[in-house]
Structure formats: structure tokens, C-alpha cells
T-cell receptor
Framework: SQTIHQWPATLVQPVGSPLSLECTVE??????LYWYRQAAGRGLQLLFY??????ISSEVPQNLSASRPQDRQFILSSKKLLLSDSGFYLC??????????????????????FGPGTRLTVT | AQTVTQSQPEMSVQEAETVTLSCTYD???????LFWYKQPPSRQMILVIR??????QNATENRFSVNFQKAAKSFSLKISDSQLGDTAMYFC??????????FGKGTKLTVNP
């Protein structure tokens, strides 16, 4: 069965310090990977998603970045944290599959499965 | 752009009773998927139920069922025989051709003993 891990679970960092959050998935190959942020009492905001190694799409401009050095590893980073970076960070995965045939063949995916999250407090 | 609206920020229900959470969405796509996710106090997001837009039959998972009204763009979640463990934030989510999930802002459900 597939599992997703995130660490650390909790992190307190001063303003201006660097950040590295890690997410790994087990039990599947070539998943789509996602980073979300959830501010207190609010919904989820998609930050980055990746369809393969080294392929990163950014959804919102910010001082965060993401990397995917291995197929099942997704890292969220920052060189200098801001107070506004505080929040709950969730990693998610989904398994894409192919539909259609020939020129109409396309890749899609559906439900996403989430990790346990990292609570980041920037002080 | 697609939007998902959950008009009930908070709801409460007595244990063993039934509660319905509302969700509406806006889209011009014809093929899409809808989901309900549950986020308990532990904050782990858990998939509760999914509905494929091309299926007319409402999805059901044990005590959880949906009322999918495609023309009205409505996707409500019914929880029957509510249990204390159902206390959580519930998020409605839409996925269309872009493959990205669009979430509503959530409904906080409290089940009272």
C-alpha cells in the first residue's frame, strides 16, 4: 500500500532563516506531487505541483521554492523565511493515468492523498 | 476559473442524527470530479467520498452519501448516524481538466454527545 511521509511534524524558525520541508511517497511510481499551505482557519492553497523529476510548476509568487530530486521525493524550501510563511504545509500525491488513444491520448489524475503535514511557525 | 463555495462556516449536530453539508461550484467544463475531504483535529486530510460528473448515481460510502445535482452545480454531503469521530473540518473540492484540486473554505462540523 502507498504511504506518504512528511517531516518535520513541527518547526519553529526565526524570520530570515532558511527552510527545508521534505515529503516522500512509498509504494507507487511516478506520482504527481503537490505542496499546499493552509493558514489558520482557512482552506488550502496550492503552492507547487510536480509531474516528474525536476518538473516543478509554481502556482503563486512567493519566496518559497520546490524541488523534486527523486521520483518520490518533494522538497519545499526557502532561503529567508517571512512571518507570513507561518502555516500548516501539506504534501499530497496522486497517481496519473492515461486516457484516450493516439493523438487524443492524455494523462490525467483524480483524487489526491495527503501527508500528515508540517506546522511551521515563523517567529 | 473554477470556484467552490461552502456557505456554512460552522455546523453542529447531535450524535446519531443526520447532517447535510452544502457545496456549490462554478465551472464551464462538462467532465470533472468532485470530492469531500475531512480534516479532523489531527489535521490529516482524509478523502471521504468522490463523485464523477458523468455518473448520475450519487456516490455512497457507508454513512456518507452525496446529493449531486449537476445542473444546479450542487454537491452536498450527508452524514447519517453522526458519530463523535465525525467532528472535523470538511472540505469540498473540484477537479477538472487542469488536474488541480480547487478547494472550498471548509465547514467546521461539531458532533455533540
Amino acid at each position: 500500500s502507498q504511504t506518504i511521509h512528511q517531516w518535520p511534524a513541527t518547526l519553529v524558525q526565526p524570520v530570515g532563516s532558511p527552510l527545508s520541508l521534505e515529503c516522500t511517497v512509498e509504494g507507487t511510481s511516478n506520482p504527481n506531487l503537490y505542496w499546499y499551505r493552509q493558514a489558520a482557519g482557512r482552506g488550502l492553497q496550492l503552492l507547487f505541483y510536480s509531474v516528474g523529476i525536476g518538473q516543478i510548476s509554481s502556482e503563486v509568487p512567493q519566496n518559497l521554492s520546490a524541488s523534486r530530486p527523486q521520483d518520490r521525493q518533494f522538497i519545499l524550501s526557502s532561503k529567508k523565511l517571512l512571518l507570513s510563511d507561518s502555516g500548516f504545509y501539506l504534501c499530497a500525491w496522486s497517481v496519473p493515468y492515461w486516457t484516450g488513444s493516439g493523438l487524443a491520448r492524455s494523462k490525467t489524475d483524480h483524487e489526491q492523498y495527503f501527508g500528515p503535514g508540517t506546522r511551521l511557525t515563523v517567529t | 476559473a473554477q470556484t467552490v463555495t461552502q456557505s456554512q462556516p460552522e455546523m453542529s449536530v447531535q450524535e446519531a442524527e443526520t447532517v447535510t453539508l452544502s457545496c456549490t461550484y462554478d465551472t464551464s467544463e462538462s467532465n470533472y470530479y468532485l470530492f469531500w475531504y475531512k480534516q479532523p483535529p489531527s489535521r490529516q486530510m482524509i478523502l471521504v467520498i468522490r463523485q464523477e460528473a458523468y455518473k448520475q448515481q450519487n456516490a455512497t460510502e457507508n454513512r456518507f452519501s452525496v446529493n449531486f445535482q449537476k445542473a444546479a452545480k450542487s454537491f452536498s454531503l450527508k452524514i447519517s448516524d453522526s458519530q463523535l469521530g465525525d467532528t472535523a473540518m470538511y472540505f469540498c473540492a473540484y477537479q477538472g481538466g487542469s488536474e488541480k484540486l480547487v478547494f472550498g473554505k471548509g465547514t467546521k462540523l461539531t458532533v455533540n454527545p
